[in-house]
């Protein structure tokens, strides 16, 4: 029993904060990002990440990159079907990375879709 409550501790992820978003579903859609803008020396990091849930406007992922609220972001996966900016709703720190949803500036059409 200790060990399923340790692993139940740790579960602290990305479907933790898809609960904040009802219309989410679970997707594994890896993506590079990159941050525009902001403070000196941290735009234009980049990062190899997965979308893990996302909606017809938003996307949630967990990362490395320490992003704060209103931080603008390119997204982009490998076939370039998926290129479009997003910025960030909502954050959540977490030791060794960061919990993210991020909402799309533009209109993407289709990038979602459920049967």
Do not use: H
């Not at 904060?17 to 859609?29: C, D």
């Not at 997003?86 to 209109?107: D, N």
């Amino acid at each position: 029993m200790g060990t399923a409550k340790a692993r139940a501790a740790q579960a602290s992820t990305v479907a933790d904060l898809a609960r904040f978003f009802p219309e989410a579903t679970p997707v594994r859609i890896p993506v590079q990002f990159t941050r525009s803008g902001g403070e000196a020396g941290i735009a234009g990091v980049q990062e190899g990440t997965v979308i893990e849930f996302g909606t017809s406007r938003e996307v949630l992922f967990s990362c490395a990159t320490a992003l704060e609220f209103a931080d603008v972001l390119r997204l982009r996966n490998s076939d370039g079907s998926l290129d479009t900016e997003a910025s960030v709703v909502a954050v959540q720190y977490k030791p060794g990375g960061t919990i993210v949803a991020a909402r799309f500036l533009k209109s993407v059409p289709n990038w979602i879709v459920k049967s």
